[in-house]
């Protein structure tokens, strides 16, 4: 452990431009702290041997039991009377750091925490081991990437969002995908944050894949209830992931190739101490490897396939000890293409041969673009700015085109093209700023504005023959949108007594649209009181606002998920929701947590029967509905966190509904994702540092899906002297009015060490679908045989198409 300490003069620095009422209310904060004569520590925690911020880290006086932890960028603030003290600061898998002092002045003390050689808390989410119990937010998950890449994978892609599936209140979408469905909500209503960007498409391969490369990746905090009232503009979830800074002492980085990818990671000083980088590239080659085949089939012409790649950079300057700079960027793409070249030899009418070619281009992409620059400032020992400017972008573009021309004559023949963009484009600017004015008082202030820019879709299309005059050349679709949404928030995390300690904040937000300003106010509380050593209980209510949407006609997420803002006709999303719960600790390595929770929202949206997110006809808001929705439920957790051995069970059973004037005659019913009951087992073991096993177990109710409940003949026709049906009509009664078979699986990895000269070489085998459950993706009918007619009297039948058995897969990995 090293500790870096000094004393610095205080400065006066200028007062902030912010509303009048902040200001009163920092004022009062300050006269109650200098009557009461405090001191203060701050500083910043870091890894001592690559100088890597630690989020979350707890520093605490160790007699008085008084603490903080550090905030996003690895700064705490610890204000004591004068005294002696005992300073700890801990952080899992680290050693912990002991400091006496003796506080007579305002003292920086920056702590360096050396890694565990052998760690004997092997924890599977990255906290304290009793912060779940101690601390007044409940309802949120911090995740150790390490645990999620030591976690079976699907075709040896480790991946977050899987990982967070696996959680009790979170379901996943259909067979494979990445979806999030947090506490009854829809896949729209989750705020995910890549370095304070948001990403509005976090699929890759339609979701059976998420964007984000474990190895480009520091944290990962998750939120399903009781929301800070720092974050906002989404309902049901915050999924808030930090990239790693890079490492400031030397070159490390390590490379992997699997069946599907291959990817790499680099990080290391640009200055030694000063200037860091950190750099992640992935890429799929199936359709490298497919090339051969595709070529060999089509005597060399034709060309296609399937790929995606995510590149991820970041920069990070310190000018001295009270400024810092960050530069991130990702960038990440899906592409589907196919190219063909024939020719076709044929006489026409002077029995004279004729060669025509054709040229056929198809290609469907998708991808995001996010950047962000982000300025750390100390102001002084109890207040820390960062200010971010960020960009963001999500485009989807389909491109078919069909040339043809006779070679014989040299002229230009029939031409066909179709193309179609649609997306979404922001730029933000936002300041946030930590205070610590008293000892029990840690407040968290900031506001921010972005401009939108929505692009609902332009279908171009043009036509042409080998007469100039049928030519067709046009466009149509919705015009693009422009928004400005902007909020401020502040929050105040108080320590009451001992044991009792709330989290009280604001977050106003506005949206201004069509020349419509909406406006909201919408009120956050946590709290938590210690009923003994060992149990806690926990209440929050969140008020949540969304001013965006995402109209999907899929039941998995298609890149044809259209982003579309609230206009005068269509209102922002509402939600109110409340949890109660507790968290036991039965030993020093067992948790056990409940919570309660119930969200009603307004102003949901769905597409109108048969509408879809092409067509020429009508606005896009003419094709949605506006209704509400109900969910509660109850979700358990038994975790263990420290030994070889630790895992979770989470057990969950809820209700989500949906109500809409318009839909299934303005009856409730079941959302689509709707889960009676979700159960998940995940287990890692470590039987030595060369070999370490993981296995998940998910058992789920099926979802809720719309079939007909009768098929009925029309008016019968006479043709070759018998009669035929003309017309066969479906009748399906409820909306969502069947539920699929229940979902259950099992994953197994085994990872294979061994410590090479350079570094650490690693094995990867894993089974998805271990004992190749044949679970349904989406069901069908089908007519019946005369023999199954005769036997049952059904003259069709319900089949189900199952997308994966069990897929094995291997990886190899090399980390120096």
């Not at 009270?322 to 063909?340: P, Q």
Request: glycine share 8%; net charge positive.
């Amino acid at each position: 452990m090293h500790i870096f300490a000094y004393t610095r003069n205080p400065k006066i620095t200028q007062p902030l431009h912010m509303s009048k009422s902040v200001i009163i209310l920092l004022l009062c904060f300050l006269t109650v702290s200098s009557f009461a004569q405090n001191l203060t520590i701050s500083g910043y925690v870091t890894d001592q041997i690559n100088g890597e911020r630690l989020l979350n880290a707890n520093v605490y006086e160790q007699k008085i039991l008084r603490g903080t932890i550090t905030n996003n960028f690895g700064f705490y603030s610890l204000t004591l009377p004068k005294g002696n003290y005992s300073i700890a600061c801990s952080f899992v898998g680290y050693e912990t750091s002991l400091l006496e002092i003796n506080l007579l002045k305002d003292t920086i003390i920056d702590f360096k925490l050396a890694p565990k050689a052998d760690l004997e808390e092997v924890t599977v989410v990255g906290q304290k081991v009793d912060s779940k119990l101690t601390s007044t937010q409940m309802s949120r998950v911090d995740i150790q990437m390490d645990k999620v890449q030591s976690l079976p994978a699907f075709l040896g892609e480790a991946d977050v969002i899987k990982t967070i599936q696996l959680l009790p209140g979170v379901q996943s979408g259909t067979e494979g995908t990445s979806g999030l469905y947090v506490r009854g909500g829809g896949p729209d209503q989750n705020l995910i944050l890549l370095d304070d960007v948001p990403v509005y498409n976090a699929d890759h391969l339609f979701g059976f894949f998420s964007v984000f490369n474990p190895d480009a990746i520091k944290s990962v905090s998750f939120y399903k209830g009781g929301f800070p009232a720092r974050f906002g503009g989404r309902l049901s979830s915050v999924l808030d992931i930090r990239m790693k800074d890079g490492n400031e002492k030397e070159l490390h980085g390590n490379f992997s190739v699997g069946l599907i990818s291959s990817k790499i990671n680099l990080e290391g000083p640009l200055v030694k101490d000063k200037t860091t980088f950190n750099f992640s590239a992935r890429r799929t080659y199936a359709d490298l490897l497919a090339q051969p085949l595709i070529k060999s089939g089509s005597k060399g012409n034709d060309a296609g396939g399937y790929f995606f790649h995510d590149l991820n950079l970041k920069i990070t300057h310190k000018f001295n000890e009270r400024n810092r700079i960050y530069l991130s960027a990702y960038n990440g793409r899906d592409k589907a293409y196919y190219r063909s070249d024939s020719k076709n030899t044929f006489k026409d009418e002077n029995n004279t041969d004729v060669t025509m070619q054709t040229k056929d281009k198809f290609s469907l992409g998708w991808g995001n673009i996010t950047t962000a620059l982000r300025w750390n400032y100390i102001f002084s020992n109890k207040l820390f700015a960062n200010t971010t400017i960020t960009y963001s972008r999500y485009l989807f573009d389909v491109m078919e085109n069909t040339t043809k021309k006779n070679i014989t004559t040299g002229q230009k023949g029939d031409e066909f093209g179709l193309n179609y963009k649609s997306g979404i484009e922001d730029f933000g600017f936002k300041m946030d700023f930590d205070y610590f004015p008293v000892p029990n008082h840690r407040v968290k202030f900031g506001g921010s504005i972005v401009d939108h820019t929505f692009k609902p879709g332009i279908l171009a299309f043009k036509e042409s023959g080998s007469d100039a005059s049928s030519k067709i050349d046009t466009a149509f679709g919705n015009p693009n949108i422009r928004a400005q949404e902007l909020y401020a928030y502040i929050e105040d995390n108080i320590d009451l007594s001992a044991r009792f300690s709330v989290n009280f904040g604001l977050h106003a937000s506005g949206f201004f649209v069509d020349n419509t300003f909406y406006q909201s106010l919408q009120p956050r509380v946590s709290a938590r009181f210690m009923a003994s050593d060992r149990l806690s209980l926990k209440a929050a209510y969140s008020k949540m606002s969304q001013n965006i949407h995402l109209l999907s006609s899929s039941t998995i997420n298609l890149p044809t998920d259209l982003w579309l803002p609230t206009t005068k006709k269509v209102k922002p999303q509402t939600s109110h929701q409340f949890a109660l719960g507790g968290v036991y600790k039965v030993n020093r390595a067992i948790d056990f947590s409940v919570e309660g929770f119930y969200k009603s929202m307004t102003n949901l949206l769905e597409y109108k029967e048969g509408a879809s997110f092409i067509g020429a006809t009508t606005g896009w808001e003419d094709k949605v509905e506006m209704g509400k929705g109900w969910s509660y439920g109850a979700e358990f957790m038994l975790e263990k966190t420290i030994g070889k051995t630790t895992g979770w069970i989470g057990y969950t059973w809820s209700k989500a509904e949906r109500q809409f004037d318009n839909l299934n005659w303005g009856q409730k019913f079941y959302a689509r994702y709707d889960r009676r009951h979700d159960l998940s087992f995940v287990m890692t073991h470590r039987f030595s540092k060369r070999f370490d096993v993981g296995l998940t177990w998910v058992y789920g109710t099926g979802n809720a899906v719309t079939l007909p409940t009768q098929n009925v003949s029309g008016a019968y026709v006479p043709y070759m002297n018998q009669y035929y049906s003309q017309t066969n009509y479906e009748y399906f009664g409820q909306r969502n009015n069947y539920r699929m078979p229940s979902y259950h699986r099992m994953d197994v990895g085994f990872n294979f060490h061994k410590q090479k000269k350079h570094g650490i070489r690693t094995w990867n085998i894993s089974l998805y679908n271990a004992y190749s459950r044949q679970n349904p993706f989406f069901l069908y009918f089908e007519s019946t045989s005369e023999a199954e007619y005769k036997q049952t009297g059904k003259s069709r039948k319900l089949n189900q198409l199952s997308l994966f058995p069990i897929i094995p897969s291997i990886s190899y990995s090399y980390k120096f």
